[in-house]
């Protein structure tokens, strides 16, 4: 699915795909989940080149793989990345692969990572969004980009784990250690903050209060596990975190990346508490919060990318707690759409999708 300009809907075409090249690799789609980053450059809150086809949050098998390629082969199943880790740099040699300077490469080219893209149709070249493009039948993807996983897992539960459950449950996990028996606000109930429900869950956080503006996505985090729910539509967020505990929360986790609302979650802390901020805002815009209520109350404001997770440890690790049993990913599916329908997908998405809506090829 291709976006020509900002604000236009996509449009279903045949493009060229060429071989993949040296250290590349040919993944056939078996689903891709709708990220609230997809509408975001739809928006233009995040700007990429265009034509360009969209698609992060992908799961596959691998069909071809090019020179130099180590660590797959065809019939693997995959999952994709949309921040690349090389294994060598500073960043990826000390547990933080989000922040490998791979990374950047996908933002300014939108091209792979060895330069150029490999979609083409009469002569112009397309873009790959963040290095994925997997809003397709098939991609052609970095080695840097892929995660080899066990072939029974559903191709739709891959999918959402390499974006939003990494996201979710990666921040809760890397961003709030000590939350055994303390208290959390999450902000926005889509797939990353249902995700950190459940690693709260998990871990035993004593209080799990979620707010969003859908009922439908309030009553799921509460089947998840949350203990208190905010209709912030109808309710002041800060003043009712502050009724539910007290003397405000331990950890907020904001997944939405609105001003408003990261200062709303900040001023619900408790003295010496954190805010993550894992959702992204518009290019350029900004955030203002009082000097006097950082300093004094001794809080703190962090970003978090990625869930500032390790993938290539993290991700294996959160697919074999699923299969244990101990993570009801399966319920953070929503509905599923073919390919032709990713409009449709989209605009479901915008309107209060309850978890993540699913392309299937």
């Known amino acids: 699915m291709v976006m020509h300009e900002t604000g236009a809907p996509l449009v279903l075409e045949e493009l060229e795909l060429d071989q993949p090249g040296r250290g590349e690799v040919l993944v ?51 999952v994709l990345m949309w921040r690349p880790r090389c294994g060598e740099c500073e960043f990826c040699l000390t547990g933080q692969p989000a922040q490998c300077a791979l990374g950047k490469v996908h933002g300014q080219t939108n091209g792979l990572l060895r330069g150029g893209t490999r979609l083409s149709k009469d002569g112009v070249r397309y873009h790959h969004l963040m290095g994925d493009a997997c809003f397709a039948e098939h991609a052609v993807v970095s080695q840097e980009s892929l995660i080899a996983i066990d072939s029974d897992i559903p191709s739709e539960i891959a999918a959402i784990v390499g974006c939003a459950v990494i996201t979710g449950m990666g921040t809760v996990l890397n961003r709030m250690p000590d939350l055994t028996g303390k208290s959390v606000a999450i902000i926005g109930a889509g797939g990353v903050g249902l995700s950190a429900v459940i690693a709260a869950q998990l871990v035993g956080a004593a209080q799990i209060i979620v707010s969003d503006v859908v009922p439908a996505r309030l009553e799921k ?4 596990g949350a203990t208190h729910t905010i209709d912030s539509s109808t309710e002041g967020f800060t003043d009712r975190v502050l009724e ?111 978890g993540r809506p699913i392309l299937v090829p």
């Open 221 to 224: 985090a509460r089947e998840l």
């Open 28 to 78: 056939r789609i078996e689903a891709a989940g709708v990220c609230h980053s997809d509408v975001h450059y739809i928006s233009g809150g995040l700007t990429a080149r265009t034509p360009i086809v969209l698609g992060h949050e992908g799961a596959g098998i691998v069909e071809e793989v090019g020179d130099g390629v180590t660590g797959f082969r065809p019939g693997d199943k995959v």
């Open 244 to 354: 539910i505990t007290g003397t405000g929360v331990h950890y907020v986790l904001e997944a939405i990346g609105r001003p408003a609302t990261i200062r709303a979650g900040f001023e619900a802390l408790r003295p010496g508490g954190t805010e993550v901020v894992v959702g992204l805002g518009a290019v350029g815009e900004e955030l203002s919060i009082p000097i006097n209520l950082l300093v004094q109350g001794d809080r703190k404001v962090v970003g978090a990318l990625y869930g500032s997770s390790n993938t290539p440890v993290q991700l294996p690790e959160i697919l074999r707690l699923y299969r244990a049993g101990r993570l009801p990913l399966d319920r953070l599916l929503d509905q599923s759409f073919a390919l032709e329908d990713a409009n449709e997908a989209i605009e479901h998405l915008r309107t209060g999708a309850v």
